[in-house]
């Protein structure tokens, strides 16, 4: 009764990072309820194989649906299966990753069971045999703390709030039957531009670029700045140059593109409008460069550079390849 | 092709929030209310799709309290053709906001059912999926390109670094992302027009809610930084307090 089941995403045979912060903090969770953290993953065939690394972030069990069509999100097959689950009796709360899919899928589950998402939640505790969470609003201008009523408790975690940890678990492998429902969805294909490429939502390390830039022609400067900060780091954009048209909708951050939570963000020529301010609010640590000493993105920032973006930024291209050249 | 809009009245994305006395709500006092930006796009896309076929209807559905009307006579401006408020008092949450307006979407006729991907006062993102569940009909989210015919819609959603292809029949519910297209101002002549057009209002109650509000919180002021110098003399500085500071790189 009192156990967590994570819904894990396995996106081309990687186990996402994303998915392994929602399977720990089911861990955490279960571990605080006296139950048992399960996970779900549902893929094409072969996604056994990759599932079997959910065991080192404590699942106990790891219930394992296989279609072929499962290659793709198919949402109307995850939900029938999520639900059933859900249903079982056996769970306290269902946690999702707040990803594409998960922020896509979990109210489809939340009306089937007759409950509200807590969506985007960055912090939970229980109280009183009671979950309670935390999550943001009006893009982080406000925290609203809600308490489930009824369980199972179901919610989207933020990604990069909750750090994952490995733990033992039992990893015993339950394959799951065809589930029932209709299927009235067929997703075709999905399409990314360059599987390197990190998402801004999911990134540790964001550079973002404002209206400062001066045009699209000149991101070349951001793009090795984010070479240079490897792996972990992805390019984010102000909603001043999106309008503009000089950069993708998907690269936008603030109230209208994404909330982000990175270790480390980077603002660059951005002068920090309040619906931008708001997307970053939960970035750990923020840098930023602008030649205006009065611009507002440095009251919320660690550390600010006043000067040249084009003067500062090769400049600091090359320490932080030294840094990390150096180790 | 008959559409259904539903809209909210959210508060501008430049309002600097403040928490009522009540500790649970938005104190309104001096904040600009709009349109909830992602429900342009949708409102946009089912008039162009009117008058690109030259028939068909636009029904704005908002549910909120009585200056909700406000935003729907915006909708009216643009070119909806009615408008239906479904006023209720005070904060709901998804599941019993999402089966209020499936009831009333239930009993009209319609091919599509449009939303903005969220609302960004509460960033929920549920009451599409949900509506659809309610209504039996399928469902895509965040989309960012739309193509219909003969009853067959493919929908393209934005998700990490890309977008996935969706596919399924009419009537089916939508909700839609920035980059669907340019929403219009309302013209003089649509802001006359819609004087004239009709706005319905019924009261509704709401079912209670599995999730309770117990607080909302202003986060605390970020301390303020420091600047660590001027120009590119002071990027050994940044490196070493990213470091040494905080742990960062």
Known sequence: MANVLAYVEIRDAIFEKTSREVLTAAHQLAATLGGQAHAVVLGAIGVKTAATELASYGAEKIFIYEDESLALYQPDVNSAVVTALAESGQYEAVLFPATARGKDLAPRVGAKLGHTVATEVVAWTVEGGDIVVQRPMFAGKAMATLKFTTGPALMTLRPNVFEPEEKTGAGEIVSLETPEGPVRVTTTAVEIGDRNKLDVGEASIVVSGGRGMQGPENWHILEELVEALGDEAALGASRAVVDAGWRDHGEQVGQTGKTVSPNLYFAVGVSGAIQHLAGIRTAKVIVAINRDADAPIFGVSDFGIVGDLFEVVPVLTEAIRQVRGSG | ?249
Not at chain 2, 5 to 14: H, L
Not at chain 2, 64 to 79: I, N, P, W, Y
Not at chain 2, 130 to 157: I, K, N, Q
Not at chain 2, 180 to 198: C, Q, T, V, W
């Open chain 2, 1 to 249: 092709m008959n559409t259904i809009v539903c809209i909210k009245r959210v508060p501008d994305s430049a309002t600097r929030v403040r928490v009522a006395e009540d500790g649970r709500s938005l104190d309104p006092a001096g904040v600009k209310f709009v349109i909830n930006p992602y429900d342009e796009f949708a409102l946009e896309e089912a008039i162009r799709r009117k008058e690109q076929a030259g028939e068909g209807s636009v029904v704005a559905i908002a549910l909120g309290s009585a200056d909700a009307a406000e935003s729907l006579r915006q909708a009216l401006a643009m070119g909806a053709d009615e408008a239906v408020l479904l006023r209720c008092e005070g904060l709901h949450d998804a599941l019993p906001v999402s089966r209020a307006l499936a009831d009333e979407i239930q009993g009209r006729e319609f091919d599509l059912v449009l939303f903005g991907k969220q609302a960004i006062d509460d960033d929920n993102m549920q009451v599409p999926q949900m509506v659809a569940e309610f209504l039996g009909l399928p469902c895509a989210t965040v989309v960012v390109d739309l193509s219909v015919s003969d009853g067959r819609v493919s929908a393209r959603r934005e998700v990490e670094g890309g977008q996935e292809v969706m596919e399924f029949s009419l009537p089916a519910v939508v909700s839609v992302q920035k980059g669907l297209n340019e929403p219009r101002y309302p013209s003089l002549k649509g802001i006359m027009a819609a004087k004239k057009k009709p706005l319905e209002e019924k009261e509704v109650v709401l079912s209670s809610s599995t999730l309770m509000l117990l607080s909302l919180d202003e986060p605390p002021a970020p301390a303020a930084g420091r600047i660590v110098g001027e120009g590119p003399d002071a990027v050994p500085e940044l490196i070493r307090a990213l470091r040494e500071e905080v742990g960062a790189l």
